[in-house]
Every structure is written in structure tokens, then in C-alpha cells.
């Protein structure tokens, strides 16, 4: 009769120290999901970030529609990120890159490359969501256009 009433109690146990893991895990969010990680520190707002892990491009603007309407402007050089505060809800963006920076001085026959990506998105209050321009190539008049990726969950802002 002990040992059985001994083999409850250690059970129970067991199943409390799993429930308290479940929860925690259900209520914990890494720092490289969190607004605040990328200086957004109104915890009702929301983290956009852009990331150029690009070697020839640079991001020129990135538009936003859903929650809130806005077209984010500034240069975004290879390398570098931003991030713009949003507030909480679905998107749809898209990210506006070049091979130049500045369009005003091209000369008649001058290539260039200009292109979007397109992606859509939701973010909860207090998070980030996280994304990449990755990789393509500029040869002469042939380009391979880079890819738009959703990183939330494997950038970590410390790398930049």
C-alpha cells in the first residue's frame, strides 16, 4: 500500500515538472523574437525588420499595407538592417532594391538593376518579424535576383 501511494507521488511529481516545462515553454520568447531586442520598447507596437545580407544590392524602401499603410524610405546597405515600428496585425510588404542607390545622374545606356519582393506577414504586440534579402548576382546586363526570406526565429541581432 506504501509503495503504490509512493509510486502516485512520485508520478504526480513527474507530471507537474513536465506541465511547468509546457507552459514555460509556451510563454517564453527568445530575444531574437522580441521588439524590444531591435529598440522597440512600446510593448503595444511590433518590430519590422530588414535585413541585406546581399554583396550588390541595397534596399531603397520598403512599403507596408495591412495594419498600418506606410512607405519606409532610407537606404539599406549591404550588410546593415532597420527596423520600424509597427503596430500589431497581418502585412503584405514589399522590398524595393537596386544595384544603385541613386538614380538622378544615369547616363543614357547605363544598366541597373531594380526589382521587389514581395511577402506577406503577421505580427503579435511585442514581437519582430524578420526578414532578409539574401544572395543574387550582377554580371553586365544579367542579374540573378535575390531571395526574400522570413527569418524570425535564425537571425540573431548580435551577429550584425
Same mark, same amino acid.
Given at each position: ?41 512600446? @510593448?503595444?507596437?511590433?518590430?519590422? &525588420? ?6 550588390? $544590392?541595397?534596399?531603397?524602401?520598403? =512599403? !507596408?499595407? #495591412? ?49 521587389? @519582393?514581395?511577402?506577406?506577414?503577421? &505580427? ?6 524578420? $526578414?532578409?534579402?539574401?544572395?543574387? =548576382? !550582377?554580371? #553586365? ?20
Amino acid at each position: 500500500m506504501k509503495s503504490r501511494k509512493t509510486v502516485l507521488i512520485i508520478l504526480a511529481a513527474v507530471v507537474l515538472i513536465c506541465a511547468a516545462f509546457l507552459v514555460f515553454d509556451a510563454l517564453y520568447i527568445p530575444s531574437v523574437q522580441r521588439a524590444a531586442t531591435y529598440g522597440v520598447t512600446d @510593448k503595444t507596437k511590433s518590430a519590422l &525588420v530588414i535585413h541585406n545580407n546581399t554583396s550588390e $544590392f541595397y534596399v531603397l524602401s520598403v =512599403d !507596408v499595407k #495591412g495594419a498600418l499603410n506606410h512607405k519606409f524610405t532610407g537606404v539599406i546597405a549591404a550588410g546593415d538592417y532597420k527596423t520600424y515600428t509597427l503596430p500589431p496585425g497581418d502585412y503584405s510588404m514589399t522590398v524595393h532594391y537596386s544595384d544603385r542607390t541613386n538614380f538622378s545622374n544615369m547616363g543614357f545606356m547605363e544598366w541597373y538593376v531594380d526589382g521587389v @519582393k514581395l511577402a506577406d506577414f503577421t &505580427v503579435k504586440k511585442g514581437r519582430a518579424a524578420i $526578414f532578409s534579402l539574401n544572395g543574387g =548576382d !550582377v554580371q #553586365g546586363m544579367f542579374y540573378d535576383p535575390p531571395d526574400l526570406e522570413d527569418n524570425s526565429r535564425e537571425i540573431n541581432p548580435e551577429q550584425n
